[in-house]
């Protein structure tokens, strides 16, 4: 059985907290290609998120317990602008790396750093805003014991 990440089997299956944030460990498959074996752009979103949930994970925030109304009301968590920079393509069967890392916390939005690798090599870059909202649609600010959770270690 595989310990989910073949360069460090003590790493799980939702990555690891870091001084910086969180680093995940992913496998690019044959589906998330195009017909030549290069990943597809849309797909490359789907690493991001991925990395982005299981930081939120591992400091404490679950999506199930925010549309449980653990927070009072139903919450949940929405991107509100991204920026993409494309640098090199990841292919199949590469092993990428994806690093999240906070930026800052405002009221109702947090703004985060992402990066993927493949052997120490940036192939994307991301800045992403997302925010928290209630049923309704709107703006909930973060709950306080989120702010720290989501700080670098190191910062």
Do not use: C
């Not at 052997?119 to 909930?140: F, N, T």
């Amino acid at each position: 059985m595989s310990a989910g990440a073949d360069e460090n089997p003590t790493v799980g299956l939702s990555g690891e907290l870091t001084d910086f944030g969180h680093r995940l460990v992913a496998r690019v498959y044959f589906a998330d290609t195009d017909f030549t074996g290069v990943v597809y752009h849309a797909r490359y979103l789907e690493f991001l998120e991925r990395g982005r949930s299981d930081f939120l994970r591992l400091a404490g925030v679950h999506h199930t317990e925010l549309a449980d109304g653990k927070h009072g009301e139903a919450l949940a968590w929405v991107v509100r602008r991204m920026e993409i920079d494309f640098r090199q393509p990841a292919r199949v069967d590469d092993v990428l790396t994806v690093e999240t890392r906070t930026e800052t916390i405002s009221g109702a939005r947090i703004f985060m750093a992402q990066r993927l690798l493949r052997d120490g090599e940036v192939l994307v870059e991301a800045k992403v805003e997302a925010a928290i909202i209630g049923v309704s649609g709107r703006p909930r600010r973060f709950p306080k014991e989120w702010i720290e959770a989501f700080k670098p270690k190191n910062g």
